[in-house]
């Protein structure tokens, strides 16, 4: 069994330094604004934008046992909190689960 799990560990690091090696090595030959390029980026956000969705929709795990109007509340606050925190990724995402603790726990 331990065998298997290193195996696993060795196969999938080797998958993900593999690709970011890849990457590194042609970074510098990409032109940013090609429309290859863009598509890309449109796929990147569409599908981070799909599961995402689906976390919400379809939500797995303890996030099931919240309701939609709670889910709701917490994405309308942490949208708020993106724009007041000028664009900022981290604040939203921090406090989008103190939010949803808090609110779950109030209304549960």
Same mark, same amino acid.
């Given at each position: 069994?331990? @065998?298997? $799990?290193?195996? &696993?560990?060795?196969?999938?690091? $080797? &998958?993900?330094?593999?690709? %970011?090696?890849?990457?590194?090595? @042609? *970074? !510098? %030959? =990409?032109? !940013?604004? *090609?429309? $290859?390029? #863009? ?7 569409? @599908?981070? &934008? &799909?599961?995402?969705? #689906?976390?919400? =929709?379809?939500?797995?795990? +303890?996030?099931? !046992?919240?309701?939609?109007? =709670? #889910?709701? =509340? ?6 708020? +909190?993106?724009?007041? @925190? ?11 689960? +103190?939010?949803?603790?808090? +609110? ?5």
């Amino acid at each position: 069994m331990a @065998t298997n $799990i290193l195996l &696993a560990i060795l196969v999938t690091s $080797i &998958a993900t330094y593999s690709s %970011r090696f890849l990457g590194v090595l @042609t *970074s !510098e %030959r =990409i032109n !940013e604004n *090609s429309k $290859i390029y #863009r598509w890309f980026n449109c796929l990147a956000y569409s @599908t981070l &934008a &799909a599961l995402i969705s #689906r976390m919400i =929709i379809f939500p797995a795990g +303890i996030l099931a !046992e919240s309701d939609y109007f =709670i #889910r709701l =509340i917490v994405i309308v606050l942490s949208i708020l +909190i993106f724009y007041v @925190t000028k664009k900022n990724l981290v604040y939203p995402t921090v406090f989008s689960a +103190i939010i949803l603790f808090f +609110i779950n726990g109030y209304f549960a």
